[in-house]
């Protein structure tokens, strides 16, 4: 596998424990900024470390369907729009975005996304500044092709300068290796507690069958020990 990149994510709305209250509180480890401090190295490692081979779009695929991916990408999106003056798409339907009532309450403006060979038509929703949220590819009939996704991808990349993509779980669906087939690299987003290493060396051998380029991996659920020098200051 390639190497890891270990993410510890805070909860929807990163709202806090109590306990992590109490930390804050104690002046000792702060969760959520830890949190935000890996996202933003992963950020780094992904889209601005490669120059020979830039990436611009990405494929975020959980192994295990129940894995939280949808705000992982939201959260890449959010740090790399800090990070960078062009335009980012997060594409997919992210509950974080949706469920902010303060980013939609002053009236967004929509971009149209088509594609004119595939009928395609969508439209991406301007969240703030330089971040939009673009809805998946919609189904024709009772599946996604290939060729249609590798359509609504292209269409994607020429109209936003980096897109992160929440993609099908890998373990389940084929689309996501087709994606990451067009798509600049795809990261998988393992779980600590339930993938098992089989099922991601398999993966990894259909993605390099596949010519698919893994750009590497992160533990979503990953979580961290409260340092014992924090616990004497309670």
């Not at 933003?40 to 991916?69: I, W």
Request: proline residues 4%; hydrophobic residues 40%; glycine residues 8%.
């Amino acid at each position: 596998m390639s190497s890891g990149l270990f993410v510890a994510q805070a909860g929807e709305g990163e709202r806090a424990r109590p306990a992590d209250r109490i930390l804050k509180l104690a002046g000792g480890w702060n969760p959520e900024d830890f949190a935000r401090e890996q996202i933003l190295g992963l950020v780094r490692q992904v889209f601005l470390s490669n120059s020979e081979r830039p990436v611009r779009q990405v494929v975020f695929s959980a192994v295990e369907p129940q894995t939280d991916v949808q705000n992982l990408c939201w959260r890449v999106g959010e740090a790399l729009s800090l990070e960078k003056t062009g335009s980012v798409a997060v594409v997919g339907e992210c509950r974080q975005a949706l469920q902010d009532a303060e980013t939609y309450a002053a009236g967004v403006r929509t971009s149209p996304i088509s594609d004119g060979s595939m009928g395609l038509q969508q439209a991406a929703t301007q969240v703030r500044g330089n971040l939009w949220l673009a809805p998946p590819a919609e189904n024709q009939g009772d599946h996604l092709t290939t060729a249609l996704l590798h359509s609504y991808l292209g269409a994607v990349r020429k109209q936003f300068e980096y897109s992160i993509v929440v993609g099908p779980s890998a373990a389940k669906s084929s689309a996501a290796t087709a994606m990451a087939q067009f798509a600049d690299g795809i990261v998988l987003v393992l779980s600590a507690h339930h993938t098992r290493r089989i099922t991601a060396r398999r993966i990894k051998e259909n993605l390099d069958a596949a010519q698919a380029r893994l750009l590497g991996t992160v533990l979503g659920d990953r979580v961290f020990s409260i340092p014992e020098r924090i616990y004497r200051r309670l």
